[in-house]
C-alpha cells in the first residue's frame, strides 16, 4: 500500500506542475485555480488522508478559489487589455471606397488596410465615394455606418 501512497504523491505533484506550467504559458488565470485544488490534495496526500477525500477536496477548493476569486481576479488583473481589432473599428471614422447601397447591396471601406464590406445603418441612405462615415457597429463582416456629421 505503501507504494501505491507514494505514486498518488507523485501523481498530485506532477499535476500540480503541469497545471503550473499551463497557467505560466497562458498567463490567462486558466489552471490557477485546479492548481490550489492540487495543491491541497497533494497536501492531504502526505496527511495520510485516503484518496476519495484527497480528490473531494482537489474538487472543493477548485471550485471555491474559482467561485470566490475570479470575479476580483477579471476585474483588476489585465485591466490594460488592448482592443481587437474589429473592437477598435467601432467609433472610428472612415471614408468610403464605394456607394454604399443596402437595397443594392454595395457598399465598400478601407479600414486599417483591410477591406469591409459596408452597409448604412438606416436602408434608404445611400453614401456616395469619398464620403466620411462613423462605424456604429459590426455585423458579422459588415460595417454599419452612418454619414459622418461635425460634432
Known sequence: MVIQDSYITIAWL???????????????????????GALAALILNILGVPLMWQVIVFFAVTFVLLYFTRPFAVRFINTQREKTNYEGIIGKTIRIAETVDNIGQTGRAVVNGQEWTVRAEKDDEILMPETLAKVVNISGVKLIV????EE
Open 14 to 36: 506532477v499535476l500540480l506542475i503541469i497545471l503550473l506550467i499551463v497557467e505560466i504559458i497562458t498567463v490567462g488565470l486558466t489552471s490557477i485555480w485546479a492548481a490550489g
Open 146 to 149: 452612418r454619414k459622418y456629421e
